[in-house]
């Protein structure tokens, strides 16, 4: 039955991105094997917060279109995510959620150990806090960069035009606690809907899960910014447009070294 679920439900996932375009095709391959490792998980809360990730960046790249075309010269409709991308978003979720059937797989909470409730506690702990990064630091990058005044550079809080690596705003802020919180809510409400019936109010930790969620997720943010300030090259094109390559002689560096790339960054810094 759970497989049945996880290809209906991955299929659903391709469908959606085929349409929003949000996906290559190296992406949607990629796309199946993290979502095969996480929706045959008989624990729902894996696949709410992968689907609520998935979903509400989806709907953020697409956020704004005309307004990043102006200022992103490597903007590309719908996102179209390479496989590249799609791990660097959604593998280290995937591992956790393979490791957690291999460990947790048809053993209720009350027959485990206390050794394994502490292990099963962790890999959930381990999986919000890495799919709130990543959901903080997409709401960051797609809402910040539509902020109305230039946002500053995290190393020396000069001003940096909309689209720079390592540039800091108040939209971009709001956008990433929003963003991890979002996560949390998603695995709060999962996880109390499954297993209240059996243990009412317990079900959720003692702190639940969006406020630390959106703590992770500002902080992940803030590290994603200083290591792409440093490590990661701004353009500013001849068309006064950010890039993350160099488009000929008269292209000029804003800030940051060509050292890492984006995908890098979020392999560098998970959570």
């Known amino acids: 039955m759970r497989l049945i679920f996880a290809t209906v439900t991955t299929a659903l996932m391709l469908a959606m991105a085929a349409k929003k375009r949000s996906l290559s095709l190296s992406g949607c391959l990629a796309a199946v094997f993290v979502g095969m490792c996480t929706f045959t998980n008989d624990n729902l809360m894996f696949s709410v917060v992968l689907l609520t990730f998935f979903v509400t960046s989806s709907y953020w790249t697409k956020y704004g279109a005309n307004i990043k075309k102006k200022i992103d010269a490597d903007y590309v409709e719908g996102g179209q995510r390479s496989a590249t991308q799609v ?18 797989d048809g053993i209720s909470p009350q027959d485990m150990t206390r050794e394994q409730r502490h292990l099963c506690l ?21 809402l910040g960069v539509l902020s109305q005044s230039w946002p500053v550079l995290i190393t020396t809080f000069k001003k940096v035009p909309p689209g720079t690596n390592g540039a800091l705003s108040k939209l971009g802020l ?3 606690i929003a963003g991890g919180a979002a996560v949390g809510i998603a695995a709060d409400v999962a996880l109390f809907s499954q297993y209240f019936g059996a243990y009412g109010s317990r079900a959720l930790p003692r702190i639940p899960y969006n406020m630390v969620a959106s703590f992770v997720g500002l902080i992940g943010s803030l590290v994603d910014s200083l290591l792409g300030a440093l490590f990661q090259v701004s353009y500013l094109t001849n068309e006064h447009k950010v890039s993350l390559t160099k488009r000929g002689d008269d292209t000029k560096v804003i800030a940051g070294r060509d050292v890492i790339t984006n995908d890098q960054v979020k392999k560098t810094c998970p959570l």
Request: aromatic share 24%.
């Open 174 to 176: 709001l956008a990433s």
């Open 122 to 142: 962790t890999l959930i702990w381990a999986y919000i806090g890495f799919y709130a990064f990543c959901n903080a630091d997409t709401w960051a990058s797609e």
């Open 87 to 104: 791990f660097s978003n959604g593998l280290v979720g995937s591992l956790i959620s393979v490791y957690y059937q291999v460990q947790f």
